[in-house]
């Protein structure tokens, strides 16, 4: 009888882990925002800690939240802040996603009135060559070089702009299906796990 080997499969790499002491659940949220708990916004400082630690870590590296509680409320609350987090962020995806088409539309119609702001200057540059006239060598000049900064904003979209936004596009969308570890203060957590997918 034949005997199969299996292949190999190295373990998952341990996330990247970003850990908050709170005192309260509350100071996680925004107090003005009057939402359910799982449909509120994050507190601005803690959103703020949560992705400028995120990115720290390498773009495509898994990311865990372990929250530390001072005072732990009656009801358990970590599938409320799970579904909270897990909420905030998946809504800052969709923001990010829709600011990524517009300004994908805003390239689109910048490359396009650059184009024929472009060739209208190369056109009457065209006009004028053979002119020996000094006016006439500095209207072609002129033309030749407003015409190519007209093309600067479309050119900015298409090689810089979009990759910054695509990219925390990227880590929105990973904060959004974290695991989210609460524990009461004091608590170590250790390699158990008890993280909230």
């Known amino acids: 009888m034949s005997q199969r080997t299996l292949p190999f499969k190295p373990h998952a ?6 850990d908050m ?3 309260t659940m509350e100071q ?4 003005m925002d009057p939402s359910p ?4 916004d994050l507190d601005r400082d803690a959103q703020e800690y949560i992705v400028s630690t995120a990115r720290l870590f390498p773009p495509n590296a898994p990311v865990a939240l372990r929250i530390h509680l001072e005072q732990w409320p009656a009801a358990d609350p970590r599938e409320q802040i799970r579904d909270a987090v897990h909420s905030y962020f998946a809504y800052r995806t969709k923001l990010n996603h829709l600011a990524f088409q ?15 702001f472009l060739t ?3 056109f009457s540059r065209e006009l004028l060559l053979g002119r020996t006239e000094t006016w006439a060598h500095l209207v072609q000049e002129s033309a030749s070089i407003v015409g190519w900064v007209g093309m600067w904003r479309p050119i900015g979209i298409y090689l810089y702009d979009w990759w910054p936004l695509r990219r925390e596009g990227r880590m929105y969308a ?6 989210v570890e609460v524990l009461r203060a004091g608590e170590s957590g250790g390699e158990r796990s008890d993280y909230l997918h």
């Not at 790499?13 to 970003?18: G, Q």
Request: hydrophobic fraction near 50%.
């Open 120 to 122: 209208a200057c190369l």
């Open 102 to 116: 517009h300004l994908m539309r805003q390239g689109r119609i910048s490359l396009l009135i650059g184009l024929v």
């Open 21 to 23: 002491v709170l005192r």
């Open 28 to 31: 996680l949220f925004n107090s």
């Open 174 to 179: 990973r904060l959004s299906s974290m695991p």
């Open 13 to 18: 790499a341990a996330p990247h882990r970003i």
């Open 37 to 40: 708990f799982h449909e509120k």
